[in-house]
């Protein structure tokens, strides 16, 4: 399976398992991430994305995204998306 890396974690908010993600390639709502860092490797589905409190299907580059993620992540780990 090929990942491309799309970007990194720029926050996590562990009381609502949100990461938020600078990206750095589209992302688009039902596509599968991988986020990997020295302590983390964890896959998931994109079922929802926000940006500034709303909820959008695609994210372009540059944006910072409010992710809910099924698993703890840590600031600076990596995100993949499956190419």
Known sequence: MEWEEIGRVNHYYSKIAVAILELSAELKVGELI????????????????????RNIDVAKPGDLVGLKVEEKVRQGDIVYKQA
């Open 34 to 53: 991988k986020i990997v860092g020295p302590k983390t490797e964890t896959e998931q589905v994109v079922k929802s994305m926000q940006v500034d409190h």
